[in-house]
């Protein structure tokens, strides 16, 4: 559980939707217009509004043909990867110098802090990229330090499925560890620490 910051109304970015024009009989809230984005009329200025959480339709109604499947999932999909750069955030923690490093999300990425400090302590540059959003997945921020370091240790609570996604960006480049957890407790620093200090000696396996 970590604590949420509201920052200050004055200091929100607030974006502007373009608003719907002709008769409302005609307003369609999900074609979107050269920009991708579709028109979102406002409460109570007389367009009707259909929304479902099934595939549907430009007007908002539940439809599963192939049309619909294409133009509508396909704009979602290309919403995110035409904004990653925008969406994807993460926290880099003495990574500069780093010659082995962490990559943790959630909970798990304090354990990472706390092994990272004990392996620099020991004189082993270790650093963390905590990741604060999962997907879209920041590939090019874990291709681009797998790189540069003799190693990655992946730390999650579960028997490995964001290591998947680490060992596809990172495609070879440096050897991948998995400290891995089946729940109910947290990771333990020392089991992270343990994974570094072999990396920094070379042990891949």
């Not at 925008?86 to 706390?114: C, F, N, P, Q, T």
């Not at 400290?179 to 020392?190: K, L, M």
């Amino acid at each position: 559980t970590e604590r949420v910051v509201i920052p200050p109304a004055d200091q929100l970015e607030v974006v502007d939707r373009k608003k719907p024009t002709g008769p409302p009989s005609r307003y369609r809230p999900f074609r979107p217009d050269k920009n991708g984005v579709a028109p979102m009329a406002t409460f109570g200025a007389g367009y009707r509004i259909h929304v479902t959480g099934l595939t549907h339709d430009e007007r908002g109604y539940p439809v599963m043909n192939e049309i619909a499947q294409q133009q509508l999932v396909d704009r979602l999909v290309q919403k995110i990867r035409k904004n990653v750069d925008k969406i994807i955030r993460y926290d880099s923690v003495m990574l500069d110098d780093a010659e082995v490093a962490v990559v943790a999300y959630g909970i798990s990425a304090r354990s990472a802090k706390r092994a990272v400090a004990e392996a620099r302590a020991q004189g082993i540059k270790a650093g963390l990229l905590k990741l604060e959003t999962i997907w879209p997945f920041p590939e090019k921020v874990v291709r681009d330090l797998a790189g540069r370091v003799r190693g990655l240790v992946v730390a999650e609570i579960n028997y490995g499925q964001m290591v998947l996604e680490v060992e596809r960006c990172v495609a070879g480049l440096s050897p991948v560890r998995l400290v891995r957890h089946a729940g109910g407790a947290i990771i333990r620093p020392d089991a992270i620490l343990e994974a570094l200090q072999q990396l920094s000696r070379g042990v891949t396996v």
